[in-house]
C-alpha cells in the first residue's frame, strides 16, 4: 500500500524560478584548538559507560475502537446432538441413547459414579453437615472489641434552602425506610421558598429519597404506625397533627405539636399529640374533626389554660397503657394517669430537675420504672418512686443536648445527641462519668436520633437537614451476659441511695419545723440571719471576683511592660 | 446394562431423592427420571458450572482435579458427580 501526500500550491504563488549556479567552496569559520582551554577542565578517569549490544526497538501506542461488551447468559433448550441425529425426531434420539447405552465405558463410569454418588445420599440422610454445631462460642468471642460506630450512610436534604431535620421514624416492619421530618424550629425564619416537603428514604439508596409527603405546613415530627406501616402521624408547627394520606382538618392545638405517638389498641387507630400551649389530645385518626379527649398540663390541676406548661416530648410505654409521661418546656416532667375519673386526678406528679425544655423522654425498654430524660447540658436517669431527683446524671456538656435515647437491647446503654454535632454512647455499666464512645457526626448541630428496633442502626437527623445512618460495634449492641443483673442491681442501688437522701432530708425539715416553732424569735433570727448571710455570700463572692479579675489584669500588665523593656533592649542592640 | 439399572433405581431407592440425570460430555441427557424441560434445563446449566468448577480447581494446581460438586440450597441439594465423558446429577431434599 503506497502511502501519499501531495502537497499543492497554486502556480500564482510561485515565485520566479530557481537558477542553480556552482561555485567553489568558501571557508567561512576556522576555529583552531586552544590548549589554554584545557585547564578549565578535568580527565575523568576512570569513564562509565553503558553499552547494550541488542536489536533496536521502539514503542508505539494505539488506541483501538472501543467496542461495548455485554453479559449475557444463554438458555439452553437442548443439548449438543451430534450432526446427523435431529433433535426434534424421537426415533432418532431414543436410538442415539439406545447407543450410548450400550457402550462398555458408560457402564463403568456409571457404576463408579454411582457408589460414590451413593455414599455422599447416605450421609446427607444420617445427619445433617451443615448444622451449626458451636453457636453459643461465637457470642463471646466478641467482648473485646472496642466500641466503635461507622457511618454508613447520609441522607441530604435535596432543597436548596436546608431545613433542619427535626424527627426520624424506622419503618416498623422491614426496617429498611426511614422517615424525616423537616422543618425549622425557629419559627419567625420560615420564608416563603423554603420547600414544605419531608421525605422517606431507603437507607440503601441515599440519593434520592423513597417517598415525598407533602403536608400543607412543615413537619416538625412523625412516627409510624407499628401495625400498619403505611400510616404515618405527623405533627405540624400549624398546629395541626394529621395522619399522611390526609385530610385537612380544624386545628385542635394552638401552637406548634412537638411530639405525637400511636397508642396500643384494638383498631391501631389511636393516637395522642403533645404541644407547647400545654395540651395534650388524643386522637382517633378515623375521626378527625375532633379530639376525643383533652388534657391540660397545669401544675395546680385545676385544668387552667393560661397556667399550662408547654409539653415538648411524650413517653408512652405499651406494657403500662394508662399512664404516660409529658417532658414540658419548663423543665418538668409530668407523669399522668389516663383513666383518672377527674382532671385533678389525671395528673398524678411532677418531677423536677432540668433547666430547659426537655427534649427526650423515654422509658428503659428493660425497667419500665426507670426513664432517661434529656435536656439542658445534661441527661438524666429517673426512677418512677423518687421524686425529688433523679438517679443517676451525666456531668454538665459543654454544649446543648437535643435527643437521647435507650437502645432497645441492651438495657445499660443509651443514646444522646448535642448542639455541637456529636453523638455520645453511654454505658453506664462499663464508665459512668464520660460516655463510652463520643463521635463528631457533622459540623453542625444535631436535633434528632432514632435507633432501629434492632439496636444495630440509628439515624441522627441535623440542622441542615442531614440524615446520617450509623451503625454500631456488635459490642454494643449484644446483651452481655451479666448485663441484666448488673443493671438492676446498679438502679437498685441508686435507686435506694436517693430514697435515704429523701428520707434524710425529710427529717432534718421536721428538725428544722419543731426548733421553730419552739422559739419564734429565734426563727426571726434566723431568717434574718439566712438573709444576712446571702447577701454577705453574695458580696464575698463579688469581692473575690473582682480580686481575680484584678490579678489578672496586672499580670497581663506587667508582660506588656516585660515586652516592652524586651522591644526597647532589642532596638538598642540593632 | 441391568447393573446400570440396579445401581440408578437403588439410588432412587434412597431417602429424600426427588431426581436422577445422567449426562453426557455434550451436555445431552442420556437418562433422566424428571420431565423433558426440566431435564434439559438441569443439564444446560450444571454442565456449564462443571466446566467452571474444574477449571477452577485445575487452576489452582494443576494436579488437582474435582471429584465431587455439592449445591445446597434452601429447597434442596444437587449432588454432582462428574468424569471425564459423563456426569451423574442427582437432586436430593436432605432430612430435617
Redesign the interface.
Known amino acids: 500500500m503506497e502511502i501519499v501526500y501531495v502537497y499543492t500550491k497554486r502556480r500564482s504563488e510561485f515565485g520566479r524560478q530557481c537558477n542553480f549556479s556552482d561555485r567553489p567552496a568558501e571557508l567561512h569559520v576556522d576555529i583552531l584548538p586552544d590548549p589554554s582551554l584545557a585547564a578549565n577542565f578535568i580527565e575523568r578517569d576512570p569513564c562509565d559507560v553503558p553499552l547494550q549490544c541488542s536489536q533496536e526497538m521502539s514503542e508505539h501506542e494505539v488506541n483501538t475502537e472501543r467496542y461495548e461488551s455485554e453479559s449475557r447468559g444463554i438458555?439452553?433448550?437442548?443439548?449438543?446432538?451430534?450432526k446427523d441425529v435431529n433433535p426434534q425426531e424421537m426415533e432418532q434420539t431414543i436410538r442415539?441413547?439406545k447407543k450410548?447405552?450400550?457402550d462398555e465405558?458408560?457402564?463403568n463410569?456409571?457404576?463408579?459414579?454411582?457408589?460414590?454418588?451413593?455414599h455422599?445420599?447416605?450421609q446427607?440422610?444420617a445427619i445433617?453437615i451443615?448444622q451449626e454445631y458451636f453457636e453459643e462460642d461465637e457470642e463471646m468471642e466478641e467482648c473485646e472489641e472496642q466500641p466503635s460506630a461507622k457511618t454508613i450512610n447520609i441522607f441530604r436534604d435535596p432543597n436548596e434552602i436546608k431545613r433542619t431535620a427535626t424527627s426520624l421514624s424506622w419503618h416498623p416492619d422491614a426496617s429498611r425506610k426511614l422517615a424525616v421530618a423537616y422543618s425549622t424550629l425557629e419559627f419567625q425564619r420560615a420564608t416563603p421558598d423554603m420547600s414544605l416537603d419531608s421525605y422517606i428514604w431507603d437507607i440503601e439508596n441515599p440519593n434520592k429519597p423513597d417517598m415525598t409527603v407533602k403536608p400543607v405546613s412543615p413537619l416538625v415530627c412523625l412516627e409510624y404506625n407499628p401495625k400498619d406501616s403505611h400510616i404515618l402521624r405527623t405533627g405540624t408547627p400549624a398546629k395541626e397533627a394529621s395522619p399522611w394520606r390526609c385530610q385537612l382538618f380544624e386545628h385542635s392545638h394552638r401552637d406548634p405539636v412537638f411530639k405525637v405517638i400511636w397508642l396500643q389498641s384494638k383498631t391501631g387507630t389511636d393516637a395522642f399529640s403533645a404541644s407547647t400551649d400545654g395540651q395534650v389530645l388524643w386522637w382517633d385518626i378515623r375521626k378527625l374533626s375532633e379530639p376525643t379527649e383533652r388534657l391540660v398540663l397545669d401544675p395546680s390541676r385545676k385544668g387552667n389554660l393560661d397556667n399550662a406548661l408547654g409539653a415538648i416530648s411524650l413517653e408512652f410505654e405499651t406494657t403500662m397503657p394508662t399512664k404516660f409521661m409529658v417532658g414540658t418546656e419548663q423543665g418538668l416532667v409530668v407523669s399522668c394517669n389516663r383513666k383518672a375519673k377527674t382532671p385533678a386526678e389525671k395528673i398524678v406528679c411532677t418531677y423536677s430537675g432540668h433547666h430547659g425544655p426537655i427534649y427526650a423522654l423515654q422509658r428503659n425498654p428493660f425497667f419500665p420504672k426507670n426513664f432517661l430524660t434529656v435536656a439542658d447540658w445534661t441527661a438524666r436517669i429517673w426512677s418512677e418512686d423518687i421524686k425529688e431527683s433523679s438517679i443517676m446524671w451525666t456531668k454538665y456538656h459543654m454544649a446543648y443536648l437535643t435527643d437521647g435515647c435507650w437502645s432497645p437491647v441492651r438495657p445499660s446503654v443509651f443514646f444522646t445527641v448535642k448542639m455541637d454535632g456529636t453523638l455520645d454512647v453511654w454505658d453506664f455499666l462499663f464508665k459512668q462519668n464520660d460516655p463510652t464512645l463520643s463521635l463528631k457526626v457533622c459540623d453542625e448541630a444535631l436535633y434528632s436520633l432514632k435507633v432501629q428496633d434492632n439496636g444495630r442502626f440509628l439515624a441522627c437527623g441535623s440542622q441542615l437537614g442531614t440524615a446520617t445512618l450509623l451503625e454500631i460495634s456488635p459490642g454494643l449492641c449484644f446483651l452481655q451476659k451479666n448485663e441484666k443483673a448488673l443493671a438492676t442491681a446498679m438502679f437498685e442501688r441508686e435507686t435506694k441511695r436517693e430514697k435515704i437522701l429523701e428520707a434524710r432530708q425529710r427529717e432534718m425539715r421536721l428538725k428544722e419545723r419543731s426548733r421553730s416553732e419552739q422559739s419564734k424569735e429565734e426563727e426571726s433570727k434566723e431568717a434574718h440571719g439566712a438573709e444576712e448571710s446571702a447577701e454577705e455570700l453574695t458580696i464575698q463572692a463579688e469581692k473575690e471576683f473582682f480580686d481575680i479579675v484584678d490579678g489578672e489584669l496586672k499580670k497581663r500588665e506587667k508582660e506588656e511592660e516585660k515586652c516592652k523593656e524586651k522591644d526597647v533592649c532589642e532596638e538598642k542592640d540593632g | 446394562?441391568a447393573?446400570?439399572e440396579e445401581?440408578?433405581k437403588?439410588?432412587q431407592g434412597?431417602?429424600?431423592?426427588q431426581g436422577i440425570i445422567?449426562?453426557?460430555s455434550?451436555?445431552?441427557?442420556?437418562?433422566t427420571t424428571l420431565d423433558n424441560s426440566s431435564t434439559?434445563?438441569y443439564?444446560?446449566?450444571i454442565?456449564?458450572l462443571m466446566m467452571k468448577a474444574r477449571s477452577t480447581v485445575r487452576d489452582i494446581d494443576p494436579q488437582n482435579d474435582l471429584?465431587?460438586l455439592?449445591i445446597?440450597s434452601k429447597k434442596n441439594?444437587i449432588?454432582i458427580?462428574p468424569?471425564?465423558?459423563?456426569?451423574?446429577i442427582?437432586i436430593?431434599n436432605?432430612?430435617?
Not at chain 2, 434412597?14 to 431423592?17: A, E, M
Open positions: 438458555n439452553h433448550a437442548e443439548g449438543g446432538w451430534p442415539y441413547r450410548v447405552e450400550k465405558n458408560y457402564v463410569t456409571i457404576m463408579q459414579l454411582g457408589s460414590h454418588m451413593e455422599c445420599i447416605k446427607n440422610n445433617d451443615y | 446394562m447393573e446400570v445401581t440408578l437403588r439410588i434412597q431417602k429424600g431423592v445422567i449426562v453426557n455434550e451436555g445431552i441427557p442420556i437418562k434439559v434445563q443439564a444446560g446449566l454442565h456449564q471429584t465431587f455439592r445446597r441439594e449432588m458427580a468424569d471425564k465423558d459423563y456426569f451423574l442427582v436430593q436432605p432430612t430435617d
